[in-house]
Nanobody, 121 residues
């Protein structure tokens, strides 16, 4: 499975941005997906995650109510809609896909290369 993010770029504080993650390859093996971010000088953190059946989502406290994660399994795409961005959201955002193998469950996690989101004050 390969993951490619897009949609990053400079945005002003208070603005909105939608990130996309396109999956290719053995997409049938993808289970849950998520978005992580790493700000300069900080540890990587989970931003949001979504189950394969899209029924459950998880968000970091810092983004709850402002970010929305969703996916289109038919198109092998996942998205992160971000509103009310502030400079603290400046980071490299990476999408992830948990990969399954028949009879074994989750066997690996694939990462995208990341997309930069600088938020200016």
């Amino acid at each position: 499975v390969q993951l490619v993010e897009s949609g990053g770029g400079l945005v002003q504080a208070g603005g909105s941005l939608r990130l996309s993650c396109a999956a290719s390859g053995s997409t049938f093996s993808i289970n849950a997906m998520g978005w992580y971010r790493q700000a300069p000088g900080k540890q990587r953190e989970l931003v949001a995650a979504i189950t394969s059946d899209v029924l459950r989502t998880t968000y970091a406290d810092s983004v709850t109510g402002r970010f929305t994660i969703f996916r289109d399994n038919a198109k092998n795409q996942m998205y992160l809609q971000m509103h009310s961005l502030n400079p603290a959201a400046t980071a490299v955002y990476c999408c992830t896909a948990d990969l399954t193998s028949e009879g074994l469950g989750i066997v690996d996690r694939e990462w995208g290369q990341g997309t930069q989101v600088p938020v200016s004050s």
